[in-house]
């Protein structure tokens, strides 16, 4: 891995890699911790100049940026009070006319309004439920590969059986246990989907374990935590973000698969929960489109978005897959 | 002491099973979903639909192979036992009331008593025995003449057995004995007079098949088909969840049903059942409990779909927990104790805009909730006065819950004398739509007025229901025509005897001057004087402000008109169709000449495309991805 960090505890153990050495004979003077800064804007430069040649990803993050601006501005450009029932605007099941770009639903709500305030809680279930999936499967991956032994064994078996437990089964299992609210739905789908990440990143700590410089800071009197910290962390974390942005893509889609299936907080408004609606109110049957499309498609294309950057991600990261593109 | 009638048990809290049928739905689903490559889970349910048909055997185009008659009809509750000693669900019920005579029928025009399986009735001028002329000639479909002695035979059966006793045993908590002196001659000694003697909803099941059961409380009669009876249709087969088939009794004492085949087919998605309607695959779809609006305002444009929007026989309101309590004085649950001030009560009754609620979420739909009972039976409808009428009015509410010392803190929330917040559960059916958008509603309402809502959606709301651990609860009851059952189940001694055990109590609600009025109006035979007590007891009922009935929904069903030409509904003027007070409409049922069945709609058709195509633009793209990382986690 060519993003590989220089621990500053250890301040002369890292020669660093060529590029990162050329810059560090200008910066010489200015001490450790601002070579090490240097280093990193320089690797991120590059890895944005690597980035920007996968156009997929390119299109992928702009869909994301246009939608993460969109989430994070909903509170003034179309208020809390969107999802207000008593102070709908219109009449139930408007097809979609100048007042309503996308039509009204069961209550008079302004979709449109609505699958903006949705895309909040869309993206945010997303985001904390990959994070956590990533943060377990990390943390498992790690101390699975470094400590090896019974230790592993163990740990490992577990993570095969939940493996090979279906996900969404296990899921609707445990959100139907414990209350509705959007902290179940995140928990639900944290504790199902790390198991892909563990085995990852054991694989990767292994690799990593097995280079000379681990022996020589374990020779220094490095312990455990320092290592897996110090050494293995930064060295799989590029894997982790890209795992992440993987993850968040499928987070996205259990979100709305579980609130679809009547298991999220019914009061909160997401797309997942949208769909839901619409089912309940007949609109399937009824043939009103403009209250199942728009959700729909709002969900695959960030479900798409966050795939091609996480590929793209990836495909920079870790060059072999280049050939493969 | 009550007369418990099963059909009261339409929506109530009854419904352990829905739990188990909606998860497995929601398994089925979602292993349809993880098949066409995890997307908008939408396109799941035509696929479920298309598969239902084909598992389903009955006929299309309302024929079977022998070219008889078939009526389909669309349901989505689970038979919780076919035995009518168990049974207590609507769809349960309704089938028992085919297969099994009673006593008494009610009138489909205005739902007086009228005979049945007992041509006459009379009572001794003590009003303790009561005799019934039973019905010579008519037999059970194994040819056995039915008797007397059948009769008494069920009513004895349940005095004594514990296990028989379970669905309806509460009609014979009165009873001191019950002989059948002759074949045709039915007798009744009761210990206290019963103003139910007409309408004692029990199925008379044959003793001689009946008698070789040996634990009542475990048989579900569903091991030997077709199953004897001597109603309407004789129940031929049943598959748990799939399909419930019945065949026209031929020589049904009444004359012969119209239809050759009655067919309880399931569909658990009522997007599903209403396609399947039209594209002629059922006759008739009730929805659980009504159609949607919106599915009965598409429907209505449909050419050959008659949408019946009728009023209806339930009551929807809100119940508030008085504190849980068993008839052994011992208190449980957990319901906030600030619920027990009345005022409190009344203010939370009046920042509810029933109005909103009939033209917002029934859409019309429904009639505005007034008294206990509704309007439809016009005998004991009473509405409140104009002084006692809690009507909308949140100002007044506020200045109550001030009055009642719940004032608004900094935050605007109001605070108890323990200054802890004022925040409410409000337990709700996830299965039912309605209950999440009122309680949208009110979460808005009582947010104004200073008080929080949790909304506690449960596939299974029996278990906190039983144990008392909600705040208020969305209920829901169907009204008989004889009032009893569900005035009863609001009296002290529908309590449990402990708190492990189940009453029939509603909502552990128990008032002395209820209860003294309750006693009186069982006991009066003159039904002037009854309909008056039962007005007092509603009025009593309403004052304590436990249960704030919201509204009446409407039945709102739709069938086929070229495939049944005519079906009585009851009352004939404007009634509903499934889930009568008798068998009066699959009874009646007229078959249509033509048979023929039109395709889907176009419009539906259209919206499947779209989201199937999202589907697999999405599918596809996870997929390319999920390769693509595949191999390289391979060469890793």
């Known amino acids: 891995m060519t993003t590989a960090n220089t621990p500053k505890t250890t301040k002369t153990s890292e020669p660093g890699t060529p590029p990162a050495a050329a810059g560090a004979r200008d910066a010489a003077a200015r001490g450790p911790r601002a070579l090490a800064w240097q280093r990193r804007r320089a690797s991120a430069a590059r890895f944005w100049a690597e980035y920007r040649r996968h156009r997929a990803g390119v299109v992928g993050l702009a869909a994301l940026v246009l939608f993460a601006l969109v989430a994070l501005t909903a509170p003034w450009t179309v208020g809390s009070d969107v999802a207000s029932v008593t102070d709908a605007p219109g009449r139930p099941l408007q097809g979609p006319s100048g007042q309503f770009p996308l039509g009204t639903d069961q209550f008079g709500r302004d979709l449109l309004g609505l699958v903006i305030w949705g895309s909040r809680v869309s993206l945010l279930v997303g985001l904390l439920a990959a994070v956590l999936s990533v943060a377990i499967g990390a943390v498992i991956g790690i101390t699975a590969g470094h400590f090896r032994g019974w230790y592993a064994t163990v740990i490992m078996r577990v993570t095969d059986w939940f493996l090979v437990m279906p996900t969404l089964v296990l899921a609707i299992a445990l959100a139907t246990v414990l209350s509705r609210s959007l902290g179940t739905v995140i928990l639900a789908i944290g504790v199902t989907t790390w198991p892909t990440t563990a085995r990852l990143v054991r694989a990767q700590t292994l690799a990593v374990e097995s280079r000379p410089y681990i022996e020589r800071a374990k020779a220094l009197g490095g312990g455990h935590w320092h290592i897996m910290s110090r050494h293995v962390l930064p060295n799989v974390m590029p894997l982790i973000l890209a795992q992440t942005t993987l993850i968040i893509s499928s987070a996205i889609l259990s979100e709305a698969t579980l609130a679809f299936l009547g298991l999220g907080d019914p009061t909160i408004v997401s797309w997942g929960g949208l769909l839901q609606d619409a089912r309940e109110a007949g609109a399937v049957s009824s043939g009103d489109w403009w209250y199942l499309v728009p959700p729909g498609i709002a969900i695959a294309v960030v479900a798409l978005a966050f795939t091609l950057c996480g590929r793209a991600v990836e495909a920079v990261l870790n060059p072999r897959l280049g050939v493969a593109r | ?636």
């Not at chain 2, 007369?3 to 739990?19: A, I, N, Y």
């Not at chain 2, 605007?412 to 709700?428: A, E, N, T, W």
């Not at chain 2, 509903?576 to 049922?589: C, K, L, P, R």
């Open chain 2, 1 to 636: 002491m009550n007369t418990h009638d099963q059909h009261g048990r339409g929506r109530g809290r009854t419904t352990p099973g829905r739990g188990r049928r909606r998860l497995a739905a929601a398994v089925g689903a979602a292993a349809l979903v993880l098949a066409s490559g995890l997307a908008t889970p939408a396109a799941a349910q035509p696929a479920r639909a298309a598969q239902t048909a084909q598992t389903a055997q009955a006929a299309q185009d309302g024929k079977d192979d022998k070219g008889g008659k078939v009526l389909t009809v669309a349901v989505a509750q689970s038979v919780d036992s076919l035995s009518p000693f168990l049974a207590v669900r609507l769809v349960s019920t309704s089938i028992n009331r085919l297969m099994y005579e009673y006593l008494t029928n009610y009138d489909p025009k205005d739902a007086h008593p009228v005979p049945a399986l007992a041509t006459r009735w009379e009572s001794s001028p003590d009003k303790l025995t009561w005799t019934y002329t039973i019905r010579s000639g008519v037999k059970w479909s194994d040819g056995k003449p039915v008797t007397a002695e059948d009769a008494a035979w069920t009513f004895t059966t349940m005095m004594t057995d514990s296990g028989a006793a379970t669905a309806n045993g509460s009609f014979v908590g009165n009873f001191a004995k019950v002989t059948a002196p002759s074949p045709t001659q039915l007798v009744i000694r009761l210990k206290k007079p019963q103003a139910t003697m007409t309408a004692l909803d029990v199925p008379i099941v044959p003793k001689h098949i009946w008698e070789k059961v040996g634990d009542f409380s475990k048989f579900n009669n569903d091991t030997t088909f077709p199953i004897v009876g001597d109603g309407p249709f004789i129940l031929t087969d049943y598959k748990p969840d799939s399909y419930v088939r019945l065949k026209a009794n031929k020589d049904f004492w009444r004359g012969a049903p119209k239809f050759d085949e009655l067919v309880f087919r399931y569909y658990k998605d009522q997007d599903a059942a209403v396609a399947a309607l039209r594209k002629g695959e059922v006759s008739f779809v009730a929805g659980s409990p009504s159609l949607t609006p919106a599915q009965a305002a598409s429907l209505k444009g449909d050419k050959n779909i008659h949408v019946n929007d009728a009023p209806g026989r339930r009551f929807y309101a809100l119940a508030t927990n008085p504190g849980a309590r068993a008839k052994n004085g011992e208190k449980f649950g957990d319901g906030d104790p600030s619920l027990l001030d009345e005022r409190v009560r009344h203010a939370l009754f009046m920042a509810v805009d029933r109005k909103t609620i009939v033209d917002k979420v029934f859409q019309g739909h429904a009639v505005e909730g007034q008294g206990y009972i509704p309007p439809r039976f016009s005998q004991y409808f009473w509405k409140p006065s104009a002084g006692q009428e809690l009507a909308y009015d949140p100002a007044e509410a506020a200045r109550l819950l001030d009055e009642a010392g719940y004032k608004k803190n900094t935050d605007g929330k109001r605070v108890g004398k323990d200054g802890k917040p004022l925040q409410y559960r409000v337990l709700c059916h996830a299965t039912d739509p309605n209950d999440k958008a009122v309680g949208k509603y009110l979460q808005e309402w009582w947010g104004k007025l200073g008080i929080g809502v949790t909304l506690d959606c449960l596939d299974n709301v029996t278990d906190p229901w039983l144990a008392g651990t909600y705040d208020l609860a969305f209920d829901g009851w169907s009204v008989n025509p004889d009032p009893d059952f569900v005035l009863s189940i609001h009296t002290c001694g529908a309590l449990p005897q402990t708190p492990k055990d189940t009453g029939a109590t509603d909502n552990f609600i128990c008032d002395k001057t209820y209860d003294e009025l309750y006693a009186k109006q069982l006991a009066e035979y003159d039904p002037a004087k009854r309909a008056a007590l039962v007005k007092q007891m509603e009025s009593r009922l309403y004052d304590l402000g436990y249960m704030n009935v919201m509204a009446y929904p409407n039945a709102v069903e739709a069938y086929r008109t070229d495939q049944i030409k005519s079906i009585t509904t009851m009352p004939s003027a404007a009634g509903n169709i499934y889930g009568q007070d008798g068998y009066w409409s699959w009874w009646s049922a007229v078959p249509a000449d033509s048979s023929g069945s039109s395709g889907g709609s176009s419009s539906t058709g259209i919206v499947v495309g779209i989201v199937v195509g999202v589907v697999v633009v999405a599918g596809l793209g996870v997929l390319v991805a999920v390769r693509r990382r595949a191999t390289a986690d391979d060469r890793e």
